[in-house]
């Protein structure tokens, strides 16, 4: 079956500009989770999502990120305002439940703020 | 807070050679431990994990991993590593079941190079 997708797969943008990036998790998985895999820092978690509801938001590095997950299915990460410390690979995993269960990877979404 | 911390940040073997990379983490309660391996321009994929049972615990392409509870460890370890285990290797961990996480806390990650 199909993996976890994400897009673009590539984006560059200016600073001071937002930007929209695009996850669609495995089909039935009701957990969600945005990481941030960036030079120096490794893997970072953003958010999660259980459904369309966000218990998690702690790793959301600034007021500029935000979330939201419809249908229970599709996420979209938004930055606004991206800073070049924004630029990094930004990862979603999807998983059937919450804790202890496998969480599938998408390629992720490169993203350089120039 | 949970960390994980992974030793090696560049690991260089030769082919046949035995692996072993080292992972701690801190967190007092019952953890899911997992390995994840990223290949060149693939995706993260799932190596092995540990929830409870048996402390060693055998994943896909020969690797295997030990928890080793007083040590707060959960090491990788291969016999004889193949050009193809040329990845970069990440360990995490999230609270078992009970605890209010369920995002993984990745190590840093180290990369192996197998030289043919």
Known sequence: ?114 | AQSVSQHNHHVILSEAASLELGCNYSYGGTVNLFWYVQYPGQHLQLLLKYFSGDPLVKGIKGFEAEFIKSKFSFNLRKPSVQWSDTAEYFCAVNAGYGGSQGNLIFGKGTKLSVKP
Do not use: M
């Open chain 1, 1 to 114: 079956g199909a993996g976890v997708s994400q897009s673009p797969s590539n984006k560059v943008t200016e600073k001071g500009k937002d930007v929209e990036l695009r996850c669609d998790p495995i089909s039935g998985h009701t957990a969600l989770y945005w990481y941030r895999q960036s030079l120096g820092q490794g893997l970072e978690f953003l958010i999660y999502f259980q459904g369309n509801s966000a218990p998690d938001k702690s790793g959301l590095p600034s007021d500029r990120f935000s979330a939201e997950r419809t249908g229970g299915s599709v996420s979209t990460l938004t930055i606004q305002r991206t800073q070049q410390e924004d630029s990094a690979v930004y990862l979603c995993a999807s998983s059937l439940g919450r804790t202890g269960n496998e969480q599938f990877f998408g390629p992720g979404t490169r993203l350089t703020v120039l």
